[in-house]
């Protein structure tokens, strides 16, 4: 096992969605080779500057290259000893339940327990029929194979059948998780109420990737996952579990942030072309300017999240080369981070969880179980 490092009460990190797209200051177009590399070197630079979260996506379709997350997160677990490698997302819809129950797991072993997920039902229809599914059924597809897949890392031997696939009899996955615990559950979403519902329902984490959407959507997911959260018996509104993405782009001068990043931003395949910078930045999370000005939008979150537990930042995408990217990372791991660290930690109430790892995992399960052993020893006498 890796030494023993405190569990932050809110993790930060940076998630990828890997997209290959050309610098439009030079015209130059990655390989797909550099920009897997890429990748993975921003990873490593997390780790290095003390991030606690790297997070890659899941995509099938050009311009995007990480489709495999479990291979890319293994090759990096071998070069990491403390960053929580997660995805953002793994599609819950177009993958089977047992190749996921089965990957993670082995995942778990090799990163000695440094791994959780999210789950999500991805935006690009083209895939669904790609992998023999339609996705009228992505809300039921989500569900049905989300419940499929807790129970095959819940229970040793399951019986089970449903709609989408074929019916198991007796059946095992293997490895089993480390430890008997499951990796950490996020559900993300941007817009749909049922894919907050799952996460409520099951008591597992919430992450909204409010980087498109104006703040008061966010709002309302949010509350509608905790208060959902509440209503299904797991705590209380404010202790539920709750991730939000973001995206950021700084130089120590503001105006030398803004013009840098103005190209990038006109001509990036998922935003350009539409609103001018300024009114994106105003109606959304993204935030282009200095440190300071990062760490005080950042800090605003809380005004509509509430107190949460991850906040993960999307650094690499729209063209910027990577000695850029890693310009950024080196500002957001020594001038950001440990600013919104002492200030997420200044007025959290105690009754707010810390963000969830393997440990505090294992903690519980072990803790649950001793009071089970009291509760029968106590029945015996």
């Known amino acids: 096992m890796p030494p023993e490092k405190t569990a932050p009460s809110t993790q930060f990190g940076v998630f990828t969605v890997g997209d290959v797209t050309p610098d439009p200051t030079t015209g130059r177009t990655p390989s797909e080779r550099e920009r897997i590399k890429a990748m993975v070197a921003i990873a490593l630079k997390a780790e290095e500057v003390g991030l606690d979260v790297f997070a890659t996506g899941e995509h099938h379709n050009p311009p995007f290259v990480p489709s495999s997350p479990t291979t890319m997160l293994g090759y990096i677990a071998a070069r990491t000893q403390n960053l929580v490698l997660s995805t953002s997302t793994t599609l819950i819809t177009t993958n089977d339940p047992v190749k996921i129950a089965e990957d993670f797991a082995m995942l778990q072993h090799l990163a000695d327990g440094r791994v959780d997920l999210m789950m999500g039902r991805g ?169 300071q000005q990062v760490i005080e939008r950042t800090l605003s979150f809380r005004e509509y999240a509430g107190d949460y537990q991850r906040q993960l930042f999307l650094m690499d995408h729209a063209g910027l080369p990577l000695k850029t990217v890693l310009e950024q990372l080196d500002l957001l791991g020594e001038e950001v981070v440990p600013v919104l660290r002492e200030e997420f930690a200044k007025n959290r109430p105690a009754q707010v969880p810390d963000a969830p790892d393997h440990r505090s995992l294992l903690a519980a399960k072990n803790a649950q179980a001793a009071r089970g052993t009291d509760a029968k020893e106590e029945s015996t006498v």
């Open 123 to 291: 935006n690009t229809g083209p895939v669904y029929p790609w992998f023999g599914k339609d996705i009228r059924e992505g809300i039921d597809l989500a569900v049905e194979n989300y419940a499929l897949l807790r129970r095959l890392w819940r229970e040793d031997v399951v019986d089970w059948e449903g709609k989408f696939r074929t019916p198991l009899q007796g059946f095992t996955s293997t490895p089993r998780p480390l430890d008997g615990v499951a990796p950490f559950v996020w559900h993300g979403s941007i817009r749909s109420p049922e894919i907050a519902e799952q996460a409520a329902y099951y008591g597992d984490g919430f992450f909204h990737n409010n980087i498109f959407w104006p703040m008061g959507h966010t709002r309302r997911m949010i509350e509608l996952y905790r208060n959902r959260y509440a209503h299904y018996g797991h705590g209380t509104p404010e202790q539920a579990i709750v991730g939000l993405g973001g995206q950021v782009f700084m130089r120590r001068n503001s105006q030398d942030a803004v013009r840098e990043f103005r190209p990038y931003f006109d001509n990036a395949p998922v935003y350009g072309h539409g609103p001018s910078l300024e009114e994106f930045t105003a109606q959304t999370p993204l935030t282009v300017g200095s440190p």
